[in-house]
Protein backbone atom coordinates (compact mmCIF):
# COMPACT_ATOMS: atom_id res chain seq x y z
CA UNK A 1 0.00 0.00 0.00
CA UNK A 2 1.38 3.23 -0.57
CA UNK A 3 1.17 6.34 1.04
CA UNK A 4 1.16 10.07 -1.05
CA UNK A 5 2.89 12.69 0.60
CA UNK A 6 1.12 15.64 -0.30
CA UNK A 7 1.91 19.17 -0.24
CA UNK A 8 1.08 20.97 2.68
CA UNK A 9 -2.52 21.91 2.37
CA UNK A 10 -2.34 25.73 2.33
CA UNK A 11 0.13 25.89 -0.22
CA UNK A 12 -1.80 23.52 -3.09
CA UNK A 13 -4.51 26.25 -2.29
CA UNK A 14 -2.63 29.41 -2.59
CA UNK A 15 -2.62 31.10 -6.40
CA UNK A 16 -5.50 31.88 -8.44
CA UNK A 17 -7.15 28.55 -6.88
CA UNK A 18 -8.24 30.76 -3.99
CA UNK A 19 -11.44 32.62 -4.74
CA UNK A 20 -14.54 26.57 -2.05
CA UNK A 21 -37.50 9.13 12.62
CA UNK A 22 -34.17 9.91 10.13
CA UNK A 23 -35.49 11.23 7.12
CA UNK A 24 -38.00 13.86 8.84
CA UNK A 25 -37.94 17.52 8.46
CA UNK A 26 -36.09 19.56 11.54
CA UNK A 27 -39.03 21.89 13.24
CA UNK A 28 -38.33 25.61 12.66
CA UNK A 29 -35.70 27.06 15.69
CA UNK A 30 -35.93 30.76 14.84
CA UNK A 31 -38.46 33.05 13.44
CA UNK A 32 -38.67 36.74 11.85
CA UNK A 33 -41.17 37.94 13.85
CA UNK A 34 -44.01 34.89 14.48
CA UNK A 35 -42.67 33.10 11.65
CA UNK A 36 -39.38 31.17 9.83
CA UNK A 37 -36.99 32.85 7.46
CA UNK A 38 -38.13 30.69 4.96
CA UNK A 39 -41.36 32.78 4.93
CA UNK A 40 -39.79 36.26 5.64
CA UNK A 41 -42.71 38.07 6.06
CA UNK A 42 -41.74 40.13 9.05
CA UNK A 43 -39.89 43.03 10.00
CA UNK A 44 -37.42 41.65 13.44
CA UNK A 45 -34.70 39.36 12.46
CA UNK A 46 -34.61 36.10 14.36
CA UNK A 47 -32.28 36.16 17.71
CA UNK A 48 -29.01 35.20 17.20
CA UNK A 49 -28.65 32.16 20.10
CA UNK A 50 -30.49 30.25 17.59
CA UNK A 51 -28.83 28.13 15.36
CA UNK A 52 -30.09 28.54 11.57
CA UNK A 53 -30.21 24.33 10.66
CA UNK A 54 -29.73 25.05 7.28
CA UNK A 55 -26.56 26.52 7.70
CA UNK A 56 -25.22 24.03 9.96
CA UNK A 57 -26.06 21.04 7.22
CA UNK A 58 -24.44 22.99 4.60
CA UNK A 59 -21.11 22.59 7.16
CA UNK A 60 -21.56 18.89 7.74
CA UNK A 61 -21.53 18.60 3.89
CA UNK A 62 -18.29 20.47 3.59
CA UNK A 63 -16.34 18.67 6.45
CA UNK A 64 -17.28 14.88 4.70
CA UNK A 65 -15.82 16.94 1.16
CA UNK A 66 -13.03 17.35 3.46
CA UNK A 67 -12.84 14.15 4.40
CA UNK A 68 -13.03 12.54 1.12
CA UNK A 69 -10.11 15.01 -0.27
CA UNK A 70 -7.90 13.42 2.47
CA UNK A 71 -9.38 10.32 2.03
CA UNK A 72 -7.88 10.29 -1.29
CA UNK A 73 -4.40 12.95 -0.84
CA UNK A 74 -3.14 10.85 1.99
CA UNK A 75 -3.43 7.19 0.90
CA UNK A 76 -3.39 7.74 -3.07
CA UNK A 77 -6.46 6.27 -3.27
CA UNK A 78 -9.64 7.31 -5.68
CA UNK A 79 -12.73 4.94 -5.06
CA UNK A 80 -15.49 5.82 -7.26
CA UNK A 81 -13.69 8.20 -9.36
CA UNK A 82 -16.12 9.35 -11.99
CA UNK A 83 -18.36 10.68 -8.93
CA UNK A 84 -15.81 11.71 -6.63
CA UNK A 85 -13.26 12.80 -8.36
CA UNK A 86 -14.34 16.35 -7.88
CA UNK A 87 -14.00 16.24 -3.99
CA UNK A 88 -10.45 13.63 -4.71
CA UNK A 89 -9.40 17.00 -6.77
CA UNK A 90 -10.92 19.93 -5.18
CA UNK A 91 -12.08 19.03 -1.89
CA UNK A 92 -10.23 21.35 -0.37
CA UNK A 93 -12.39 24.16 -1.39
CA UNK A 94 -14.62 23.36 1.55
CA UNK A 95 -12.29 25.01 3.71
CA UNK A 96 -13.21 27.83 1.81
CA UNK A 97 -16.51 27.28 2.30
CA UNK A 98 -15.76 27.02 6.05
CA UNK A 99 -14.06 30.56 6.58
CA UNK A 100 -17.15 32.48 4.87
CA UNK A 101 -19.59 30.78 6.87
CA UNK A 102 -17.82 31.24 9.70
CA UNK A 103 -17.53 34.96 9.11
CA UNK A 104 -21.47 35.26 8.20
CA UNK A 105 -22.41 33.32 11.34
CA UNK A 106 -19.96 34.91 14.20
CA UNK A 107 -20.88 38.46 12.69
CA UNK A 108 -24.51 36.90 13.57
CA UNK A 109 -23.86 35.82 16.88
CA UNK A 110 -21.08 38.96 18.41
CA UNK A 111 -22.16 42.20 15.75
CA UNK A 112 -24.84 43.05 18.08
CA UNK A 113 -25.04 46.04 20.48
CA UNK A 114 -25.30 43.78 23.66
CA UNK A 115 -22.16 41.55 22.62
CA UNK A 116 -19.74 43.51 20.32
CA UNK A 117 -17.84 45.29 23.25
CA UNK A 118 -16.94 41.94 25.38
CA UNK A 119 -13.92 41.25 24.06
CA UNK A 120 -12.82 39.42 26.50
CA UNK A 121 -15.74 37.02 26.77
CA UNK A 122 -15.93 36.91 23.07
CA UNK A 123 -12.52 35.75 22.75
CA UNK A 124 -13.17 33.16 25.75
CA UNK A 125 -16.29 32.65 23.92
CA UNK A 126 -14.07 31.17 20.83
CA UNK A 127 -10.90 29.46 22.86
CA UNK A 128 -13.86 26.94 24.98
CA UNK A 129 -15.57 26.38 21.17
CA UNK A 130 -12.14 25.96 19.86
CA UNK A 131 -9.84 24.86 21.95
CA UNK A 132 -10.77 21.07 23.60
CA UNK A 133 -11.13 19.27 21.17
CA UNK A 134 -8.30 20.75 19.14
CA UNK A 135 -6.38 20.34 22.20
CA UNK A 136 -6.98 15.88 22.53
CA UNK A 137 -6.15 15.88 18.89
CA UNK A 138 -3.30 17.58 19.31
CA UNK A 139 -2.28 14.67 21.52
CA UNK A 140 -3.34 12.06 20.23
CA UNK A 141 -1.45 12.61 17.25
CA UNK A 142 2.03 13.90 18.72
CA UNK A 143 1.56 10.58 20.11
CA UNK A 144 0.97 8.56 17.68
CA UNK A 145 3.77 9.91 15.20
CA UNK A 146 5.74 9.85 18.18
CA UNK A 147 5.45 6.16 18.69
CA UNK A 148 6.03 5.75 14.60
CA UNK A 149 9.57 7.97 14.81
CA UNK A 150 10.38 6.90 17.83
CA UNK A 151 9.51 3.33 18.66
CA UNK A 152 8.98 2.21 15.06
CA UNK A 153 12.09 3.74 13.82
CA UNK A 154 9.78 4.87 10.59
CA UNK A 155 8.86 8.45 8.36
CA UNK A 156 6.11 11.10 10.22
CA UNK A 157 2.48 9.75 8.45
CA UNK A 158 1.88 12.56 6.12
CA UNK A 159 2.76 15.60 7.82
CA UNK A 160 6.72 15.79 8.87
CA UNK A 161 6.83 18.90 10.34
CA UNK A 162 6.51 17.57 14.18
CA UNK A 163 9.07 19.22 16.36
CA UNK A 164 9.06 20.35 19.55
CA UNK A 165 8.35 24.23 18.24
CA UNK A 166 5.21 22.93 16.22
CA UNK A 167 3.84 21.30 19.70
CA UNK A 168 4.15 24.64 21.18
CA UNK A 169 3.00 26.01 18.35
CA UNK A 170 -0.24 23.95 18.35
CA UNK A 171 -0.98 24.07 21.82
CA UNK A 172 -1.50 28.30 21.65
CA UNK A 173 -3.03 27.99 18.54
CA UNK A 174 -0.57 29.92 16.38
CA UNK A 175 0.30 27.18 13.94
CA UNK A 176 -1.25 27.61 11.44
CA UNK A 177 1.89 28.70 8.68
CA UNK A 178 2.71 25.21 8.63
CA UNK A 179 0.73 21.91 8.53
CA UNK A 180 2.30 19.80 11.38
CA UNK A 181 0.78 17.28 13.84
CA UNK A 182 -3.48 17.37 13.38
CA UNK A 183 -2.54 18.81 10.02
CA UNK A 184 -6.14 20.14 9.31
CA UNK A 185 -6.18 22.09 12.21
CA UNK A 186 -3.88 24.94 10.56
CA UNK A 187 -7.40 26.40 9.18
CA UNK A 188 -8.60 26.48 12.73
CA UNK A 189 -5.46 28.38 13.52
CA UNK A 190 -5.79 30.86 11.15
CA UNK A 191 -9.47 31.33 11.98
CA UNK A 192 -8.73 31.58 15.56
CA UNK A 193 -6.32 34.53 14.51
CA UNK A 194 -9.10 35.99 12.29
CA UNK A 195 -11.46 36.15 15.05
CA UNK A 196 -9.03 38.11 17.41
CA UNK A 197 -9.00 40.68 14.81
CA UNK A 198 -12.88 40.42 14.76
CA UNK A 199 -13.33 40.85 17.59
CA UNK A 200 -11.23 44.18 17.79
CA UNK A 201 -12.93 45.66 14.26
CA UNK A 202 -16.82 45.26 16.10
CA UNK A 203 -15.61 47.51 18.68
CA UNK A 204 -15.36 50.40 16.23
CA UNK A 205 -18.39 52.76 15.08
CA UNK A 206 -20.15 50.09 12.56
CA UNK A 207 -19.70 52.17 9.18
CA UNK A 208 -16.18 52.16 10.22
CA UNK A 209 -15.74 48.68 10.54
CA UNK A 210 -17.71 47.67 7.99
CA UNK A 211 -15.11 49.91 5.78
CA UNK A 212 -12.32 47.81 7.66
CA UNK A 213 -13.67 44.78 6.72
CA UNK A 214 -13.99 45.36 2.84
CA UNK A 215 -10.18 46.90 3.53
CA UNK A 216 -8.77 43.75 4.70
CA UNK A 217 -10.28 41.75 1.92
CA UNK A 218 -8.81 44.19 -0.32
CA UNK A 219 -5.05 43.66 1.90
CA UNK A 220 -5.66 40.39 1.16
CA UNK A 221 -5.08 40.44 -2.82
CA UNK A 222 -1.31 40.69 -3.54
CA UNK A 223 -0.03 41.39 -7.10
CA UNK A 224 2.01 38.49 -8.53
CA UNK A 225 2.60 39.57 -12.39
CA UNK A 226 -1.06 39.87 -14.21
CA UNK A 227 -2.92 38.27 -11.01
CA UNK A 228 -4.27 38.85 -7.91
CA UNK A 229 -3.61 36.25 -5.23
CA UNK A 230 -3.71 35.30 -1.52
CA UNK A 231 -0.21 34.01 -0.89
CA UNK A 232 -0.88 32.47 2.77
CA UNK A 233 -2.88 30.50 4.68
CA UNK A 234 -3.63 33.79 6.96
CA UNK A 235 -4.70 36.03 4.15
CA UNK A 236 -6.97 33.10 2.92
CA UNK A 237 -8.73 32.68 5.86
CA UNK A 238 -8.56 36.47 5.95
CA UNK A 239 -10.58 37.48 2.71
CA UNK A 240 -13.32 34.34 3.14
CA UNK A 241 -13.97 35.52 6.79
CA UNK A 242 -14.26 39.05 6.23
CA UNK A 243 -16.74 38.36 2.88
CA UNK A 244 -18.82 36.10 5.26
CA UNK A 245 -18.82 39.29 7.78
CA UNK A 246 -19.86 41.76 5.00
CA UNK A 247 -22.35 39.40 3.41
CA UNK A 248 -24.19 38.88 6.47
CA UNK A 249 -24.72 42.67 6.12
CA UNK A 250 -26.26 42.24 2.75
CA UNK A 251 -28.39 39.24 4.49
CA UNK A 252 -29.60 41.54 7.50
CA UNK A 253 -30.96 44.23 4.16
CA UNK A 254 -32.83 41.33 2.68
CA UNK A 255 -34.36 38.96 5.03
CA UNK A 256 -35.70 42.42 6.73
CA UNK A 257 -37.61 42.95 3.91
CA UNK A 258 -41.42 42.30 4.53
CA UNK A 259 -41.74 40.67 1.01
CA UNK A 260 -42.94 37.40 -0.21
CA UNK A 261 -40.68 37.92 -3.41
CA UNK A 262 -37.60 37.19 -0.91
CA UNK A 263 -38.63 33.69 -0.48
CA UNK A 264 -39.02 32.95 -4.24
CA UNK A 265 -35.72 34.74 -5.08
CA UNK A 266 -33.80 33.01 -2.54
CA UNK A 267 -35.48 29.27 -3.87
CA UNK A 268 -34.22 30.26 -6.64
CA UNK A 269 -30.86 31.39 -5.97
CA UNK A 270 -30.73 28.54 -3.36
CA UNK A 271 -31.47 26.06 -6.45
CA UNK A 272 -29.39 27.98 -9.16
CA UNK A 273 -26.55 27.72 -6.38
CA UNK A 274 -26.43 24.45 -5.45
CA UNK A 275 -26.42 23.03 -9.22
CA UNK A 276 -23.68 25.21 -10.53
CA UNK A 277 -21.78 24.43 -7.25
CA UNK A 278 -22.19 20.40 -8.65
CA UNK A 279 -21.81 21.10 -11.99
CA UNK A 280 -18.92 23.49 -11.68
CA UNK A 281 -16.92 20.69 -9.37
CA UNK A 282 -16.81 18.93 -13.59
CA UNK A 283 -15.44 21.77 -14.77
CA UNK A 284 -13.30 23.77 -12.81
CA UNK A 285 -10.20 22.98 -14.47
CA UNK A 286 -11.26 24.31 -17.68
CA UNK A 287 -11.11 27.81 -16.24
CA UNK A 288 -8.35 27.69 -13.79
CA UNK A 289 -7.80 31.40 -13.68
CA UNK A 290 -11.46 32.25 -12.41
CA UNK A 291 -11.82 29.25 -10.07
CA UNK A 292 -10.90 30.94 -7.29
CA UNK A 293 -13.52 33.88 -7.78
CA UNK A 294 -16.46 31.73 -9.08
CA UNK A 295 -16.06 29.48 -6.36
CA UNK A 296 -16.13 31.95 -3.70
CA UNK A 297 -19.14 33.37 -5.91
CA UNK A 298 -21.22 30.37 -5.05
CA UNK A 299 -20.15 29.82 -1.71
CA UNK A 300 -21.69 33.20 -0.73
CA UNK A 301 -24.91 32.08 -2.92
CA UNK A 302 -26.21 29.29 -1.12
CA UNK A 303 -25.09 30.40 2.27
CA UNK A 304 -27.14 33.78 1.86
CA UNK A 305 -29.87 32.14 0.17
CA UNK A 306 -30.00 29.02 2.55
CA UNK A 307 -31.54 30.74 5.32
CA UNK A 308 -34.73 32.38 3.51
CA UNK A 309 -34.98 29.05 1.11
CA UNK A 310 -38.42 27.03 2.04
CA UNK A 311 -36.62 24.71 -0.58
CA UNK A 312 -33.43 24.93 1.64
CA UNK A 313 -35.54 24.18 4.65
CA UNK A 314 -37.06 21.05 3.43
CA UNK A 315 -34.02 19.49 1.97
CA UNK A 316 -31.45 20.38 4.75
CA UNK A 317 -33.89 20.33 7.80
CA UNK A 318 -33.44 16.76 7.94
CA UNK A 319 -32.21 15.35 10.79
CA UNK A 320 -29.27 13.16 9.76
CA UNK A 321 -28.12 16.40 8.15
CA UNK A 322 -28.69 18.75 10.65
CA UNK A 323 -27.35 16.68 13.33
CA UNK A 324 -24.08 15.94 11.02
CA UNK A 325 -23.92 19.69 10.87
CA UNK A 326 -24.07 19.92 14.32
CA UNK A 327 -20.73 17.58 15.12
CA UNK A 328 -19.22 18.93 11.59
CA UNK A 329 -15.93 20.61 13.88
CA UNK A 330 -15.55 17.13 15.23
CA UNK A 331 -16.11 15.24 11.97
CA UNK A 332 -12.79 17.81 10.95
CA UNK A 333 -10.53 17.27 13.58
CA UNK A 334 -10.86 13.83 14.16
CA UNK A 335 -10.49 12.41 10.40
CA UNK A 336 -7.14 12.64 10.31
CA UNK A 337 -6.30 10.94 13.64
CA UNK A 338 -8.26 8.10 12.78
CA UNK A 339 -6.43 7.68 9.39
CA UNK A 340 -3.00 7.86 11.47
CA UNK A 341 -4.19 4.83 13.90
CA UNK A 342 -5.23 2.78 10.89
CA UNK A 343 -1.75 3.70 9.62
CA UNK A 344 -0.17 2.51 13.20
CA UNK A 345 -2.60 -1.00 12.91
CA UNK A 346 -1.30 -1.42 9.12
CA UNK A 347 2.50 -1.16 10.30
CA UNK A 348 2.22 -2.73 13.60
CA UNK A 349 0.18 -5.56 13.40
CA UNK A 350 -0.49 -6.13 9.24
CA UNK A 351 -3.61 -5.12 9.83
CA UNK A 352 -5.31 -3.70 5.72
CA UNK A 353 -7.79 -0.97 5.02
CA UNK A 354 -9.26 -1.27 1.36
CA UNK A 355 -8.51 1.79 0.92
CA UNK A 356 -8.91 2.14 -2.53
CA UNK A 357 -12.43 0.56 -2.44
CA UNK A 358 -15.69 2.10 -1.72
CA UNK A 359 -16.20 -0.11 0.57
CA UNK A 360 -13.08 0.92 2.76
CA UNK A 361 -14.10 5.03 1.68
CA UNK A 362 -17.89 4.15 2.61
CA UNK A 363 -16.96 2.63 6.76
CA UNK A 364 -14.14 4.84 6.97
CA UNK A 365 -16.67 7.98 6.97
CA UNK A 366 -18.95 6.19 8.93
CA UNK A 367 -16.23 5.41 11.75
CA UNK A 368 -15.12 8.98 11.49
CA UNK A 369 -18.54 10.17 11.86
CA UNK A 370 -19.07 7.98 14.49
CA UNK A 371 -16.23 8.99 16.37
CA UNK A 372 -17.29 12.39 15.49
CA UNK A 373 -20.13 12.07 17.53
CA UNK A 374 -18.67 10.50 21.03
CA UNK A 375 -15.84 13.38 20.70
CA UNK A 376 -18.82 16.10 20.53
CA UNK A 377 -20.07 14.44 23.40
CA UNK A 378 -17.60 13.28 25.68
CA UNK A 379 -14.88 16.27 24.74
CA UNK A 380 -16.55 19.25 22.86
CA UNK A 381 -19.44 19.92 25.07
CA UNK A 382 -17.68 18.87 28.24
CA UNK A 383 -14.63 21.49 27.42
CA UNK A 384 -17.50 23.98 26.77
CA UNK A 385 -19.20 23.81 30.13
CA UNK A 386 -15.59 23.50 31.81
CA UNK A 387 -14.13 26.73 30.40
CA UNK A 388 -17.21 28.72 30.76
CA UNK A 389 -16.80 31.93 32.44
CA UNK A 390 -20.41 32.29 33.57
CA UNK A 391 -23.17 29.84 34.11
CA UNK A 392 -25.27 32.28 31.89
CA UNK A 393 -22.87 31.64 29.19
CA UNK A 394 -24.79 28.95 26.67
CA UNK A 395 -22.85 25.81 26.07
CA UNK A 396 -23.76 25.92 22.32
CA UNK A 397 -21.48 28.35 21.44
CA UNK A 398 -21.61 29.68 17.72
CA UNK A 399 -19.78 27.77 15.17
Not at 32 to 37: A, E, K, L, M
Not at 314 to 324: E, T
Amino acid sequence: MLVKIPTPEWQSTCGDRVFVHFFSVRKPERAIGTVSFGDVSSNSLPTSSDRIVELDSLRGIAAIAVVVYHHGSHFDASPLLVLLGPLYRDGWRAVDFFFVLSGFVLARAYWKEERKDSFIRNLCDRIRRLYPLHFVTLLLVALGQWYLISGLNRNAFVYQSNDSVQFALNLVLIHGFDTSFNGPSWSISTEFMVNVLFFVIILLPRRLALVTFAAAIALTFIPRGDELVAITPLTRTLRGFCVGVLLYSLFVAIASRPRTWVRHAADVVFIVALVCSIGYAYLVETYPQLSGGITLMLHCLLIISAPMSSLAKWSLRRKPLAYLGEISYSVYLVHFPLQLILWLAFVTLGLTWPFGELFGLLPFIALTIGCAALSYRYIELPGKRLLRLSRKDPVQAPA
